[in-house]
Antibody, heavy 116, light 106 residues
Framework: EVKLVESGGGLVQPGRSLKLSCAAS????????MGWVRQAPGKGLEWIGE????????KYNPSLKDKFSISRDNAQNTLYLQMNKLGSEDTAIYYC?????????WGQGVMVTVSS | NVLPQSPSTMAASPGEKVTITCHAT?????MNWHQQKSGTSPKLWIY???KLASGVPDRFSGSGSGTSYFLTINAMETEDAATYYC??????????FGSGTKLEIK
């Protein structure tokens, strides 16, 4: 079955940057759009953005402005999320997601805590 | 950018019929549903309005059209207690989630 494993989370100070990774396996990574979704503690799911198969198209949640940047390395079957100028409101579990007319598979998630 | 879902919280007895409603922002979109149990990542549960994901019991069903969509459980079971999120695809923005419905067992 599809496997998505996020890494790179942890405690980060306000204003700093952080880059998350998602290692994909057990499917042909090159054939799928990929995305990121986050969930603040006790809250609902929030779509961050997505990237197409060859990285030529990236779309983001307009509510999140320019905080995030998504990239991928098809040779390494890895998806990335660059997060900049983090604030306490960015404290959340970040999920990597495979997209096939919406999300069809989720990673286990990685926690990011923004605090001084 | 959150789709309204109702109810936000509910409790059902074993064997009871359950219906959750989700309102899309536009018509002509795909509607999926995801189940999330406490402390775990979500799972795709229903896709393209009415198709059950692999392994989903057939007491679940999805329906709807236009801007109103429904997840129904024919007869509630203990294992169905979870939070359910609708998820609209292919509008603007491309993906939008619902506000969530927490379903508990009585």
């Amino acid at each position: 079955e599809v496997k998505l494993v996020e890494s790179g989370g942890g405690l980060v100070q306000p204003g700093r940057s952080l880059k998350l990774s998602c290692a994909a396996s057990r499917f042909n990574f090159n054939d799928y759009w990929m995305g990121w979704v986050r969930q603040a503690p006790g809250k609902g799911l929030e779509w961050i953005g997505e990237i197409n198969k060859d990285s030529s198209t990236k779309k983001y949640n307009p509510s999140l402005k320019d905080k995030f940047s998504i990239s991928r390395d098809n040779a390494q079957n890895t998806l990335y999320l660059q997060m900049n100028k983090l604030g306490s409101e960015d404290t959340a579990i970040y999920y990597c997601a495979r997209e096939e007319v919406g999300v069809d598979y989720w990673g286990q998630g990685v926690m990011v805590t923004v605090s001084s | 950018n959150v789709l309204p879902q109702s109810p936000s919280t509910m409790a059902a007895s074993p064997g009871e019929k359950v219906t959750i409603t989700c309102h899309a922002t536009s018509s002509g979109i795909y509607m999926n549903w995801h189940q999330q149990k406490s402390g775990t990542s979500p799972k795709l549960w229903i896709y393209d309005t009415s198709k059950l994901a692999s392994g989903v019991p057939d007491r679940f069903s999805g329906s709807g059209s236009g801007t109103s969509y429904f997840l129904t459980i024919n007869a509630m079971e203990t294992e169905d207690a979870a939070t359910y999120y609708c998820q609209q695809c292919c509008g603007t923005p491309p993906i939008t989630f619902g506000s969530g419905t927490k379903l508990e067992i009585k």
